[in-house]
């Protein structure tokens, strides 16, 4: 059982984080201005994250792992060409519902890079149910799934931040025939 004093201090360093990075850019953050934002002194930030950058990646493990628990539950998992719409359903629903900071981590240019290793976190849980369901080599399910999640969560960037002007539903269309399309060409040339 944890202590309700290490969460209260995590909660408080997660919010601090969650503060400052919407105000500055991720390398100007600093851990002064952390430890004053969460009421708590420098040590205790060392007792809690080795970095800043540990602290950032806490956030992309917990945004990594609910969406892949959106993306590996029944019927998506095991044939997503035939379900492409129930992939596209949950990752709308999941930026309807996800915290702020969850769409300002995977839209935000100043942040790339912790978009990038929740995307690389995603592939890596979804490569070897590729690998198994599709009867793919190790390679050809990482490039079939990084093709994936690389186009689908760049395509809801560009979605969400307002670059593609269209109605969700031509948008729902056109990524899921892209991605289809783009799959079923990709897999019958590895097969």
């Not at 934002?37 to 205790?44: L, Q, Y």
């Not at 992939?87 to 702020?100: H, N, V």
């Not at 269209?166 to 269309?173: I, L, P, T, Y």
Request: charged content about 25%.
């Amino acid at each position: 059982m944890t202590d309700r004093r290490v969460i209260r201090t995590n909660e408080a360093l997660r919010a601090a984080f969650r503060k400052l990075a919407q105000q500055y850019r991720f390398h100007e953050i600093t851990v002064q201005q952390l430890t004053d934002e969460a009421n708590i002194n420098r040590k205790t930030f060392y007792l809690h994250f080795d970095s800043i950058d540990d602290l950032a990646d806490s956030f992309t493990a917990e945004i990594a792992d609910q969406l892949l628990s959106l993306l590996l539950r029944e019927p998506a998992n095991h044939d997503p060409l035939n379900h492409s719409g129930v992939w596209f359903d949950r990752l709308t629903a999941f930026f309807d519902q996800a915290p702020k900071f969850y769409t300002f981590i995977l839209t935000s240019d100043d942040y790339s890079f912790l978009s990038r290793r929740v995307k690389n976190r995603v592939v890596a849980g979804l490569a070897a149910n590729f690998q198994t369901d599709y009867q793919l080599s190790e390679v050809d399910a990482l490039l079939g799934v990084n093709f994936l999640i690389n186009s689908t969560l760049t395509l809801f960037r560009l979605y969400i931040t307002g670059e593609l002007a269209m109605s969700k539903a031509d948008f729902r269309r056109r990524i899921m025939a892209l991605n289809l399309n783009g799959l079923q060409g990709f897999l019958e040339t590895v097969r």
